[in-house]
């Protein structure tokens, strides 16, 4: 199996930052596309920012500018570096990845989230 760890949500006054971090383990053969997804009470779960295995990027426009997604391929991680946050940027930040495990082809995981308060 494959869990999906996420790190470094908290409380921010608005204009600050943070760093989301989001590390995969288990029998991984490999892991393609890395996302972050949000979710704010009463609203859908939306794609914030995704990055391929090779590097490239994508951004929701909420976030451009002001996001930046990385990751470590050898330590199988993503990042999320977040910055002047505003109070809407508030909900549960959750890590997907898209894992091929061995003798299986490729499926989404979840992770379990972490929590991202921006107050004003």
């Known amino acids: 199996q494959v869990q999906l760890v996420e790190s470094g949500g908290g409380l921010v006054q608005a204009g600050g930052s943070l760093r989301l971090s989001c590390a995969a383990s288990?029998?991984?053969?490999?892991?393609?596309?890395m996302g972050w997804y949000r979710q704010a009470p009463g609203k859908q779960r939306e794609l914030v920012a995704a990055i391929t295995r090779g590097g490239s990027t994508n951004y929701s426009d909420s976030v451009k500018g002001r996001s930046t997604i990385s990751r470590d391929n050898a330590k199988g991680t993503v990042y999320l570096q977040m910055n002047s946050l505003r109070p809407e940027d508030t909900a549960v930040y959750y890590c997907?990845?898209?894992?091929?495990?061995?003798?299986?082809?490729?499926?989404?995981?979840w992770g379990q989230g972490t929590q991202v308060t921006v107050s004003s």
């Open positions: 997907k990845a898209f894992v091929a495990i061995t003798g299986r082809g490729p499926v989404d995981y």
């Open positions: 288990g029998s991984i053969f490999s892991i393609n596309t």
